[in-house]
Every structure is written in structure tokens, then in C-alpha cells.
């Protein structure tokens, strides 16, 4: 996401060693995670939110009734096509004429 990678992570943590202290570090470390954890929670509800109002579920279940019709489609057109072929590839029997 930010693309940092360990060198740059382990940087920030001696840093903040330094500047916090070893006795207040956990209590940072914890006020920190409890504040992602309440983002989190909040974009989690707000994109329920947001997709309760926009139909997202009807919007899926159209798009998956799209998909399954049009593989239908397909495999009715696959079907048509060997029949056809083998329709062609069969001689035709002469039927008797009533003279």
C-alpha cells in the first residue's frame, strides 16, 4: 500500500524507540492499533452503507444471471453449429417419387 519495506519499518521503530521511551512505547503501540482498528470499522460500515444504498447485491445478482445467459447462448450456439455440421456431413437419401 505505501510500499515500505523492512529497512524503512525497522527505521521508524528505533526512531521511535528513542523519541517515546521504552516505558511509553506499548502504551503508544496500543493506542495506535486501537485507532486502526476503529478506521477500519468505520470504512468497513461506511462501504456497507454506501453498497446497501447503491443495490450492489441486485447489481451482482444481475451481472451472475448476465453470465449464466450468455454462457447459455454460447453453448446453444455450439450445439446448432455441430449439428449442422453434422447435418451437412451425412449424404442425403433419395425419397421415392410417386409417378
Same mark, same amino acid.
Not at 526512531?15 to 517515546?20: N, Y
Given at each position: 500500500m505505501f510500499d515500505i519495506g523492512f529497512l524503512e519499518l525497522l @527505521? /521508524? &521503530?528505533l /526512531?521511535? @524507540?528513542?523519541?517515546?521511551g521504552p516505558e511509553? @512505547?506499548?502504551e503508544a503501540i496500543r493506542t495506535l492499533s486501537l485507532w486502526i482498528g476503529r478506521l477500519k470499522q468505520r470504512f &468497513?460500515?461506511? +462501504?456497507q452503507e454506501l453498497e446497501k444504498e447503491v443495490g450492489?447485491? !441486485?447489481? +451482482?445478482?444481475?451481472l451472475h444471471n448476465e453470465q449464466v445467459l +450468455? $454462457?447459455?447462448e454460447d453453448q446453444k450456439? $455450439?450445439?446448432e453449429q455441430s449439428l449442422s455440421s453434422? !447435418?451437412?456431413s451425412q449424404p442425403i437419401k433419395s425419397q421415392p417419387t410417386n409417378d
Open positions: @527505521l /521508524i &521503530a /526512531i521511535t @524507540l528513542v523519541v517515546m511509553r @512505547l506499548p &468497513a460500515s461506511a +462501504r450492489m447485491d !441486485d447489481i +451482482r445478482h444481475q +450468455r $454462457e447459455l450456439n $455450439e450445439l453434422s !447435418d451437412s
